[in-house]
């Protein structure tokens, strides 16, 4: 009968495996700062994706700058994302305008990649108000003008109407100058 080999005597171990064993307790990072307090940023650090993604998008509500980072390993992290909220609650606020406004929607192919496209479609359009808004006001201006020219005008014509119909001075009789005659050596 054979005996049990004590466990000090074995000497099978199994092979370890190969793979990075680092505690990656934090996976995800993020961190948002606003610009009214630049000294006091969020830093939310979360295993969870989903949890993370969320936390992003409740701090871009919020309008903060976020930088959403991951995890790569004794404590570094590599930004997979920068979000302006501020940004995008101009963008937002600026498409709300746009239909509070009446004006046309931003159309797809207008500068496609922009951070600020709703806001220069926008101010483009209040532009475009502005000047036209201008313009009014200008022809009415030159309207208006006109109009006090033309009353000027009608107001000297009726006080003046009297001498106006009458000939120039020199024309008349008791005006008119009589000719001196003079012999030619003395021109």
């Given at each position: 009968?054979s005996?049990?080999?004590p466990k000090r005597?074995?000497?099978h171990?199994?092979k370890?495996?190969?793979?990075?064993?680092?505690?990656?307790?934090?996976?995800w990072r993020?961190?948002?700062?606003?610009d009214?307090r630049p000294?006091?940023?969020v830093?939310?650090?979360?295993p969870?994706?989903k949890h993370?993604?969320?936390?992003?998008?409740?701090?871009?509500g919020?309008g903060a700058y976020?930088i959403?980072?991951?995890?790569?390993?004794?404590d570094?992290?590599?930004?997979?994302?920068?979000?302006?909220?501020a940004?995008?609650?101009?963008?937002?606020?600026?498409?709300q305008?746009?239909?509070?406004?009446?004006?046309p929607?931003?159309p797809?192919?207008?500068?496609?990649?922009a951070?600020?496209?709703?806001?220069s479609?926008?101010a483009?359009?209040?532009a475009?108000?502005?000047a036209r808004?201008?313009?009014?006001?200008?022809?009415?201006?030159a309207a208006?003008?006109?109009?006090?020219?033309?009353?000027?005008?009608?107001?000297e014509?009726a006080?003046?109407?009297r001498?106006?119909m009458q000939?120039p001075?020199?024309?008349?009789?008791?005006?008119?100058?009589r000719?001196?005659?003079?012999?030619g050596?003395?021109?």
């Amino acid at each position: 009968m054979s005996h049990a080999t004590p466990k000090r005597a074995r000497n099978h171990r199994r092979k370890p495996n190969g793979g990075d064993r680092t505690r990656n307790t934090n996976a995800w990072r993020i961190e948002g700062s606003w610009d009214h307090r630049p000294d006091l940023p969020v830093v939310i650090r979360t295993p969870d994706r989903k949890h993370a993604r969320r936390v992003v998008r409740e701090l871009v509500g919020k309008g903060a700058y976020v930088i959403f980072q991951e995890h790569v390993g004794w404590d570094r992290w590599t930004t997979v994302e920068e979000i302006d909220g501020a940004a995008v609650l101009a963008e937002a606020a600026a498409e709300q305008q746009l239909a509070a406004a009446g004006h046309p929607p931003t159309p797809p192919f207008y500068r496609p990649d922009a951070d600020d496209r709703h806001r220069s479609w926008l101010a483009g359009w209040e532009a475009a108000a502005d000047a036209r808004e201008q313009a009014q006001r200008a022809a009415e201006q030159a309207a208006a003008a006109l109009t006090a020219r033309r009353r000027r005008i009608a107001v000297e014509a009726a006080r003046d109407a009297r001498t106006l119909m009458q000939p120039p001075a020199i024309v008349r009789p008791e005006h008119r100058q009589r000719a001196r005659h003079i012999t030619g050596a003395q021109r």
